[in-house]
């Protein structure tokens, strides 16, 4: 604590130049130390495959160094300029709400990566083309004398998050950060404080380990301001509330055991609506895939796994598309179920007691046509296992069937985080307004159509949290959000969009033969991409 004392004197006093020197520090440091990161995240989940590698090199230093990249970017605008550069228009919805795009960004030849990929802000009502930034810039262009002291409580499923997140806390918001890691990840220690060490030097960042006895000595330090926490909200009630004891209690004299402010981005009962209609094979097949690749992504430890999956019970071709989504699991290795109390979630959430296996793995497992009644626990909670379950809903049209799968989703199921949509070509282009209508009234901080929401988080433009509105009493998926590297302020959700099938090959299907090549690729592209140039990339994603 002495060590950020003294560095939220200097913060202050450092101007956005040398900041922006010192992110270069940082991302060439990543880049220094990025397979020794990877090494580290593979031991500490039992990876051996190129695939499951490939996912480690994905969600850790490539996309830290994309951070790193665009956080770059992003400054020297606001040095420059006084504001983050956009990367296109600001337009219109047809309420007069306003939609920034986000993606893709400049710089980074996304346009090329990301084929067909785009995504945009739609803010509040009220919000001006001259208040998209609202105050977000002023701890950059306005500094406090002395910054305040951020706690930040690392995620342990996904490598980059407590990094990513302590440095939003430091290069967004103007607060030096004492990052505690998590039991599960802190083997990545020594790796981080490498690559943070120009931070670490300057008293800017100190990072800690131990339990959860640790974290709630942090907290009550009289120098820690704030509190940013990546995880449950059984773990965000506990520390706002108490335990389960005191926690009613105090939820009713509205008396918070934690007295400062806290942030969060929490556990989501993640939905994924299928508009009934005639799909190709190919478009089956590939949204089949897509679905796959999102369960078993990180062996189903995130809080953006697919955890319920909406149909319409009339849909012609639900069973074709359920056979598909069957096929693709059966090709995919289990994986080990590396994430504390994993295998008691799965039994009591799902009801069954799964097979004993050496290598400790869990099933993918897809519950069909299940009755939120009779299974309320796979919907008013989020299991944080490899688990789906697939409900059918009455509708007297596919038109009917999507505002029902809305409600149902803001009704029935916990969270606030995201949602994914696929759509038919035809009702898209013909029922342009309802869709809009529906996206709009989803109550997610992202919505994506045809695509997984992994992505948005990946992106890192994007602000990435739950939608805005919830409070402490009722957390669902959190408060605030993390990257935002346009600094975009009262927005309302990030909206995604894509094609019913992607070329080239996503990286991120487990199916995709070149992914931890083309993976370890994006690192130094990320880290330089001026230097590294495209062509490389490129040639092994078109032969995925």
């Known amino acids: 604590m002495a060590e950020l004392r003294r560095g939220a004197a200097t913060l202050s006093q450092t101007g956005l130049g040398k900041r922006i020197q010192i992110v270069r520090e940082i991302r060439q440091l990543l880049v220094e130390h990025a397979r020794e990161w990877v090494k580290v ?35 020297e605008s606001i040095s420059r300029a006084g504001a983050p550069d956009l990367p296109g228009p600001v ?12 993606f893709p960004a400049r710089g980074l030849y996304d346009s090329l990566l990301f084929k ?16 998209l930034h609202g105050d977000l810039l002023d701890p950059l262009l306005d500094p406090p004398s002395v910054a305040p002291i951020s706690l930040v409580l690392g995620a342990g499923n996904v490598s980059a998050i407590p990094l990513t997140d302590s440095l939003t806390k430091l290069f967004h918001e103007g607060q030096v950060v004492l990052l505690k890691m998590n039991p599960v990840n802190e083997a990545l220690l020594d790796v981080f404080c490498k690559v943070l060490a120009p931070l670490i030097e300057r008293g800017w960042m100190q990072i800690i380990q131990g ?7 942090a907290m009550q330090l009289d120098d820690v301001s704030t509190v940013h926490i990546t995880g449950s909200h059984h773990t965000h009630d506990r520390i706002v509330w108490g335990g389960a004891e005191e926690c009613q209690q105090r939820q009713k004299d509205n008396s918070p055991l934690l007295q400062k402010p806290i942030t969060s981005e929490l556990g989501n009962v993640s939905p994924w609506i299928f508009v009934p209609g005639e799909y190709s094979r190919k478009q089956l097949r590939f949204q089949a895939t897509n679905l796959a690749a999102s369960l078993v992504n990180n ?23 359920l056979d598909e989504l069957d096929q693709a699991l059966e090709m995919i290795p289990r994986r080990s179920a590396y994430y504390p109390g994993a295998h008691d979630r799965f039994e009591r959430f799902t009801g069954q007691v799964p097979q004993h296996s050496d290598d400790g793995s869990l099933p993918w497992l897809i519950l069909k046509d299940v009755d939120p009644q009779q299974m309320p626990q796979l919907f008013s909670d989020e299991s944080f296992v490899p688990a789906c379950a697939e409900v059918q809903l009455e509708a007297d049209s596919p038109q009917d069937f999507l505002q029902r799968a809305a409600d149902f989703c803001n009704n029935d199921l916990f969270g606030t985080l995201c949602a994914a949509i696929t759509v038919p070509n035809p009702f898209r282009r013909q029922e342009q307004p309802l869709l809009e209508r529906v996206i709009s009234e989803l109550n997610y901080g992202s919505v994506c159509i045809n695509q997984w929401p992994g992505l948005v988080y990946g992106l890192m433009t994007p602000p990435w949290g739950a939608a805005p ?40 299907f487990p199916s995709h033969q070149r992914a931890e090549k083309i993976a370890w690729k994006l690192v130094p592209f990320y880290g330089n991409p001026a230097l590294v140039g495209l062509p490389g990339l490129l040639v092994p994603a078109m032969l995925g």
């Open 299 to 321: 062996a189903g430890f995130n809080c953006v796994t697919t955890r319920v999956i909406v149909t319409w019970k009339q849909w012609s071709q639900r069973e074709h598309f």
């Open 41 to 75: 995240s593979c031991r500490i989940k039992s990876i051996e495959t190129s695939a499951q590698r490939s996912e480690e090199i994905l969600a850790g230093p490539a996309t830290a160094a994309r951070y790193l990249a665009l956080l770059i970017a992003s400054l």
């Open 469 to 508: 509105g919830s409070d402490l009493a009722n957390i669902q998926s959190g408060i605030g959000n993390v990257h935002n590297l346009y600094f975009l302020d009262k927005y309302e959700k990030t909206v995604f969009h894509g094609p019913l099938t992607n070329f080239p090959k996503p990286i991120w």
């Open 211 to 217: 339990g959860a006895e640790v974290g709630q000595a």
């Open 91 to 102: 337009k219109a919805l047809p309420d007069g709400r306003l939609k920034v795009p986000v």
């Open 116 to 131: 067909g990929l785009r995504a945009e802000v739609w803010m509040q009502p009220g919000v001006t083309r001259t208040t």
